[in-house]
């Protein structure tokens, strides 16, 4: 059974940094795209950072810049470093682990960042 665990939210101010993560147990990791998702309230989830099993990132607009995506498949992890956080990146973060061809798709519980000004 596929499990995804993300750690690391918190509360910061605007300007600082925050790095999360999620430790995923039950797939073989190495052979899924992984992907960090955000939800605000009120609002759809959305991507913010996806890295492929190849090592291909890509990014939101929004974040591009700032927030850096990164996997160790030895310790079946994907990172999320965020620096200059702002109130708008406020959200809850899940983790989304993808397998588009045998049409797998994996989600965590989630974890909260909030932004203050």
């Known amino acids: 059974q596929p499990l995804l665990v993300e750690s690391g939210g918190g509360l910061v101010q605007a300007g600082e940094s925050l790095n999360i993560s999620c430790v995923v147990s039950g797939i073989t990791f190495r052979t899924y795209d992984m992907a960090w998702y955000r939800q605000a309230p009120g609002t759809q989830r959305e991507l913010a950072a996806q890295i492929t099993r190849d090592g291909t990132t890509n990014y939101a607009d929004s974040v591009k810049g700032r927030f850096t995506i990164s996997r160790d498949n030895a310790k079946n992890t994907v990172f999320l470093q965020m620096n200059d956080l702002k109130p708008e990146d406020t959200a809850v973060y899940y983790c989304?682990?993808?397998?588009?061809?045998?049409?797998?798709?994996?989600w965590g519980q989630g974890t909260q960042v909030t932004v203050s000004s």
């Open positions: 989304n682990a993808k397998y588009t061809i045998l049409a797998k798709n994996h």
